[in-house]
């Protein structure tokens, strides 16, 4: 089983359309975000922890809130994403196939000595939305094949002369 690591707000920051949608609202973007992750991490058959920060937000508390095979996590007061992962990274680095995600230099280099693997924030884009185009194909072609139309149920003959009357007006 592979496992990704996602540093949150590294990652807002980074892609595209949830820069824009943080200009408005960072529920909205961590929303998104997750539900992106979701998606990919349900086709791809991996577990990801996504990881936000509640570094400045007093009196915070550690929270874990699972969907299917991601897991969002905001941290205590204090803590930021970086030490949550680098903690995580130290007990299943080695022993298990483990990705983190973000843009950070300090973090990337911490990550090669626990035994992780790095992906920056924009490569994982590229791979998330990839995933997305692969998902939408085979979703739209289940969609058109379970449609009834009416030429694939009627007779042949019926169908010609309903095609003349078609063409009379």
């Not at 299943?92 to 973090?107: E, F, H, M, P, W």
Request: charged share 30%.
């Amino acid at each position: 089983m592979k496992y990704i690591f996602v540093d949150g707000y590294n990652v807002i920051n980074s892609w595209p359309e949830l820069k824009k949608i943080k200009e408005f609202s960072y529920e909205s973007a961590r929303n998104a975000l997750v539900d992106d992750l979701q998606d990919y991490a349900a086709f791809e058959g991996c577990k990801i922890f996504v990881i936000f920060d509640a570094y400045l937000v007093n009196g915070s508390l550690e929270s874990t809130e699972k969907k299917g095979n991601t897991t969002i996590i905001f941290t205590k007061e204090g803590d930021t994403a970086d030490n949550f992962i680098e903690r995580y990274i130290n007990n299943i680095g080695r022993k298990a196939d483990v990705s983190v995600v973000t843009s950070d230099s300090l973090q990337q280099q911490l990550i090669f000595q626990r035994g992780a693997a790095r992906i920056s924030s924009i490569e994982f884009y590229h791979e998330v939305y990839q995933t997305k185009k692969i998902i939408s194909k085979k979703t739209s072609k289940k969609e058109s094949r379970g449609k009834n139309f009416l030429h694939d149920q009627i007779d042949e003959e019926i169908l010609k002369k309903l095609e003349k009357i078609r063409r009379s007006k």
